[in-house]
């Protein structure tokens, strides 16, 4: 079984401060996927990195997958409050076809 | 166009009681998803239908649970003699089948069984 870590669990900062969350596992994912969700609604796509060592930037949300493709991180440049929601990262196993492995998830509280 | 969506989006329900949630997925997406989030956490794969393989229910949590996809499109989760412990918010998404597996999220069902 294919188990993605995130860490933080839980995160409060103030507006402007940077941040940066973590998914870690023992396996290597084909691909990995980072979710932000709001309350209320369905997760939402954020980015899908593919190749070992591949950064992806979007605004102010920098991604990272791990050279060898079992980690992945997600750095947030001067947050603000817009920025809260629950962050998930979701990986392709080599084998999975396209069942996703979701992590637990980051809970990112911004505070004006 | 139009997303992915789900009805009801609430349901509250006795305990005992039979309950069935809807999804429609996104149009020409062959692939469809349902899992489940407790609050505030992460998702529980419930169910994966893909075309007309035969669907992947290793999620399931027990024999109550149970789903189907008519027609190769809408979804229906159905859950039998609900217990209190199937409270949670039910996901639906849907995917095209390509080269990564990017899924597509209703705004899902909130179940409250009382």
């Known amino acids: 079984t294919q188990l993605l870590e995130q860490s933080p669990q839980f995160l409060s900062i103030q507006e402007g401060e940077n941040l940066t969350v973590y998914c870690n596992s023992s396996?290597?994912?084909?691909?990995l996927q980072w979710y932000r969700q709001e309350p209320g609604e369905g997760p939402v796509l954020l980015v899908t990195?593919?190749?070992?060592?591949e950064v992806k930037k979007l605004k102010r949300l920098t991604f990272q997958f791990g050279d060898a493709r079992k980690d992945s991180s997600l750095h947030i440049t001067a947050a603000q409050p817009g920025d809260t929601g629950l962050y998930l990262c979701a990986g392709e196993g080599e084998t999975s076809g396209s069942r996703l492995t979701f992590g637990e998830g980051t809970q990112l509280t911004v505070n004006p | 166009g139009a997303g992915v969506s789900q009805s009801p989006s609430n349901k509250v329900t006795e305990k005992g009681k039979d309950v069935e949630l809807r999804c429609d997925p996104i149009s020409g997406h062959t692939a469809l998803y349902w899992y489940r989030q407790s609050l505030g956490q992460g998702l529980e794969f419930l169910i994966y239908?893909?075309?007309?393989?035969?669907?992947?229910k290793s999620g399931l949590p027990s024999d109550r649970f149970s789903a189907e996809r008519t027609g190769g499109s809408v979804s229906t989760l159905t859950i039998q003699r609900t217990q209190q412990e199937d409270s949670a918010v039910y996901l639906c998404a849907s995917s095209l089948i390509g080269i990564t597996y990017e899924q597509y999220f209703g705004p899902g069902t909130r179940l409250t069984v009382t």
């Open positions: 990195v593919v190749t070992g060592g």
């Open positions: 239908f893909q075309g007309n393989s035969a669907p992947d």
């Open positions: 396996s290597v994912f084909s691909s």
